[in-house]
């Protein structure tokens, strides 16, 4: 039987995660787990969250996940999830800069109102578009947006976003106050701005996607 970790570090709505993806993959064990062995002896990752990066950074340390995530992030199937997108980039501009894990060369930006934009609200919250791009996918689109349409619709919360040096990472665009990377993929490693989990039918079809996927 797959085992698929949620990782529990204290932030984000773990519950709807672990729901979503025990209904997209009935045959596999879902564990929420904070446990370093657990991490190391599943088969597929998922790292989500929500909030601040200092208090994300601050939280793996204290419950001693960066490794395993390390470790995670280097061999398995990885799905990063809101926070779990951004604290994989070197720094976040939040608060002054906060130092992240630093496994995606690149930073974390805060979104700004330009003339002409002062409508906007932000954190960026709700519906809106991604633009799928075909990266590290021979085949012409990425695996994980298999049965997807491009320009679907995925729920989004919030004010910052990523900016990966190296482009060819980029698996999704969207648009607000800028055109920001929405999803990276590289290898065996997928992660989203976007919430697939509060995103209706094409958010189940992504996790199910993910958990079918073998890079």
């Not at 996918?137 to 619709?153: A, C, E, F, M, T």
């Amino acid at each position: 039987m797959t085992t698929i970790a949620v990782i529990d570090y204290g932030m984000g709505n773990l519950r709807s995660v672990a729901k979503a993806i025990e209904h997209v993959a009935p045959k596999a064990k879902v564990v929420v787990t904070s446990s370093a062995q657990v991490i190391d002896s599943a088969d597929r990752i998922i790292f989500p969250g929500q909030g601040a990066a200092r208090d994300c950074m601050a939280s793996l340390r204290s419950h001693e996940l960066i490794e395993p995530i390390a470790a995670a992030y280097r061999s398995k199937p990885f799905l990063g999830i809101c926070m779990g997108l951004q604290v994989l980039f070197d720094t976040s501009d939040e608060n002054n800069g906060v130092a992240c894990l630093g496994f995606v060369p690149g930073s974390v930006v805060r979104f700004e109102r330009k003339p002409g934009q002062e409508s906007y609200k932000i954190p960026h919250m709700g519906w809106n578009e991604v633009l799928q791009s075909g990266v590290n996918d021979s085949s012409g689109g990425h695996r994980l947006w298999h049965n997807i349409p491009d320009r679907s619709r995925f729920y989004f919360v919030h004010s910052y976003y990523v900016q990966p040096q190296q482009t060819d990472m980029v698996a999704g665009r969207s648009e607000y106050l800028a055109n920001f990377c929405s999803a990276i993929a590289k290898d065996n490693v997928f992660a989203t701005q976007f919430h697939p989990e509060k995103s209706a039918d094409n958010g189940l079809q992504l996790l199910r996607n993910f958990s079918e996927w073998k890079p």
